[in-house]
């Protein structure tokens, strides 16, 4: 069974810096690209950007790049999802994702979610 | 970048009605790499359709998509009350984009 599962919630101070996990299991993980999404309170879904763990190529939305940088542990098949100084704006839940299609069929798995909140 | 606009931002329809979901991209979507995703309150969201009209594992043929180039709609036969949710379209490739979102609430 395919599973991504994603380190608990974190409370961090503005300039703070920070990394949540995607632990990944049930199938090979250089295989399927990582993606990781962002809901601000009470807002829609948007994509930050993602992860080919067969090499660690990266992609990132135009509004995020920069800002955030994700990495890949293929000894423990987790991906990483940094910050090196946190803004309150970056308060949300954080899901880490992924849409494998196979002989024309997709499947998606999406971890659970990680509440990262920001405050002074 | 693709830009996806949904409409309407919200639906209120009685049990057992029809929902019809918009979708416009901002450029043709050439590849037809577009989906449908449902999320209920405190979950993660689940893949409905992909491939602009092909259904998830699961998901029941209530739910139907279509559309081509730059327009896809979303339908929902028959609703039910676990249906009442918040929807997005997305394109999905080597980048994904979501719409902003219809929330489908009980009228």
């Known amino acids: 069974e395919v599973q991504l599962v994603q380190s608990g919630a974190e409370v961090k101070k503005p300039g703070e810096s920070l990394r949540i996990s995607c632990k990944s299991s049930g199938y090979r993980f250089s295989t399927r690209w990582i993606n990781w999404v962002r809901q601000m309170p009470g807002r829609g879904l948007e994509w930050m950007g993602r992860?080919?763990?067969?090499?660690?190529?990266?992609k990132f939305s135009p509004s995020l790049e920069g800002h955030v940088t994700i990495s890949a542990d293929s000894s423990t098949g987790t991906v990483y999802l940094q910050w090196s100084s946190l803004e309150a704006s970056d308060t949300a839940m954080y899901y880490c994702a992924s849409l494998y299609c196979t002989n024309g069929i997709c499947f998606d798995y999406w971890g659970q979610g990680t509440l990262v909140t920001v405050s002074s | 970048e693709i830009v996806l606009t949904q409409s309407p931002d919200t639906l209120s329809l009685s049990l057992g009605e029809r929902a019809t979901l918009s979708c416009r991209a901002s450029q043709s979507l050439s590849s037809n790499y577009l989906a449908w995703f449902q999320q209920k309150p405190g979950q993660a969201p689940r893949l409905l359709i992909y491939?602009?009209?092909t259904r998830a594992t699961g998901i029941p043929d209530r739910f139907s998509g279509s559309g081509s180039g730059a327009d896809f709609t979303l339908a929902i036969n028959r609703l039910e009350p676990g249906d009442f949710a918040v929807y997005y379209c997305q394109q999905y490739g080597s980048s994904w984009t979501f719409g902003q979102g219809t929330k489908v609430e009980i009228k």
């Open positions: 992860i080919d763990p067969s090499d660690s190529y990266t």
């Open positions: 491939g602009v009209s």
